[in-house]
């Protein structure tokens, strides 16, 4: 079955960068494009990046492009998030997601648990 | 900046039927939006609901349906039931590799 993982979560002080992991498995993940969605405390759900099954095309939400970095390693099944420059306003719960439809998708069809960043000083 | 809307809040009767909607703060969703639907209970991931405007997930059940209703997509669910109750999501795909996400509907079943 599938299955999303999402790892290094944590506390970090404003300003500092964490990198997420998302470890996929039940399905060829480098057939697929990859989302990262993110819901802060008590908050709605916020599309943050999208990439093309082979990391090819990348695409930002306006809320982190410049400061976060999305990319993908076919040959370990992983996604990742690198997120510099952190905000209070990063502070969420952030969601991989596998895309469903040709190269970038059009829908989000399996989701992980989450992982939680805390920005605080 | 386009906002995708949603109703704040909606309440229904244990087995009524409820329409929930997804709009745009200017213009109208069509499927070329391609418009889909997520359902999350407190603490929990989402779970995707409808794909492709009116696409069934795997195993959800047909008491949800999803359609364009006038100039927004909309969620339908018939024989409300108890662990309807959550917060539902629609999200548009706006071209050029960007979504938006409405800010969601809390559901009330009572």
């Known amino acids: 079955q599938v299955q999303l993982v999402e790892s290094g979560g944590g506390v970090v002080q404003p300003g500092r960068s964490l990198r997420l992991s998302c470890a996929a498995s039940?399905?060829?993940?480098?057939?697929?494009?990859m989302h990262w969605v993110r819901q802060a405390p008590g908050k709605g759900l916020e599309w943050v990046a999208v990439i093309s099954f082979d990391g090819s095309s990348k695409y930002y939400a306006d809320s982190v492009k410049g400061r976060f970095t999305i990319s993908r390693d076919n040959s370990k099944n992983t996604l990742y998030l690198q997120m510099n420059s952190l905000r209070s306003g990063d502070t969420a719960v952030y969601y991989c997601a596998r895309a469903l439809g040709p190269k970038l998708g059009r829908y989000f069809d399996y989701w992980g648990q989450g992982s939680l960043v805390t920005v605080s000083s | 900046q386009t906002v995708v809307t949603q109703e704040a809040s909606f309440s229904v009767s244990p087995g009524g039927t409820v329409t929930l909607t997804c709009g745009l703060s200017s213009g109208s969703v069509s499927t070329s939006y391609y418009p889909s639907w997520y359902q999350q209970t407190p603490g929990q991931a989402p779970r995707t609901l409808i794909y492709?405007?009116?696409t069934r997930s795997s195993g959800v059940p047909d008491r949800f349906s999803g359609s364009i209703l006038g100039i927004k997509a909309a969620l339908t669910i018939t024989g409300a039931q108890a662990d309807d109750e959550c917060d539902y999501y629609c999200v548009l795909y706006m071209g050029s590799g960007i979504w938006v996400f409405g800010g969601g509907t809390k559901l009330t079943v009572l």
């Open positions: 492709n405007t009116n």
């Open positions: 039940g399905f060829t993940f480098s057939s697929y494009g």
